[in-house]
């Protein structure tokens, strides 16, 4: 019998949020850092916002960008500390600071999230 590994799992992860990453953030971005602050749309008001924030599958989708984007960075991150500085020694407690802190960055954005709804 062949032994699991739990590798393949997290390269699924990395390439889902790298690909949320690269299709919603940069939209996000230009409209909320560029658009609407310089007056090119006009911007929603806060009434509509605060609704359209307000709808679960709206929370369930944020969710899903800011975790799959957090589990993205973490195993970026991993990987730059173990190939780009070369910090091989302390694999078990890279893994565990980078992957914890995804999960505690989709937990705090769950009760974010769980608030507006």
Same mark, same amino acid.
């Given at each position: 019998?062949?032994?699991?590994?739990?590798?393949?799992?997290?390269? $699924?992860?990395?390439?889902? =949020?790298?690909? @949320?990453? +690269?299709? %919603? /953030?940069?939209? !996000?971005?230009? #409209?909320?850092?560029?658009?609407?602050?310089?007056?090119?749309?006009?911007?929603?008001?806060?009434?509509? $916002?605060?609704?359209?924030? =307000?709808?679960? @599958?709206? +929370?369930? %989708? /944020?969710?899903? !960008?800011?975790? #799959?984007?957090?589990?993205?960075?973490?195993?970026?991150?991993?990987?730059?500390?173990?190939?780009?500085?070369?910090?091989?020694?302390?694999?078990?407690?890279?893994?565990?600071?980078?992957?914890?802190?995804?999960?505690?960055?989709?937990?705090?954005?769950?009760?974010?999230?769980?608030?507006?709804?």
């Amino acid at each position: 019998m062949t032994k699991r590994r739990v590798e393949p799992i997290l390269w $699924l992860l990395f390439s889902a =949020g790298g690909v @949320l990453a +690269a299709v %919603f /953030l940069p939209v !996000l971005v230009v #409209l909320f850092g560029l658009a609407f602050p310089l007056g090119w749309v006009t911007p929603p008001s806060h009434d509509h $916002l605060h609704a359209v924030l =307000g709808h679960p @599958l709206t +929370a369930l %989708f /944020l969710f899903g !960008l800011f975790a #799959l984007c957090l589990a993205h960075w973490a195993h970026r991150f991993r990987y730059t500390l173990y190939d780009g500085l070369q910090l091989k020694g302390s694999k078990g407690l890279i893994t565990v600071l980078c992957y914890g802190g995804a999960v505690l960055g989709s937990v705090v954005s769950a009760v974010v999230l769980a608030t507006v709804v």
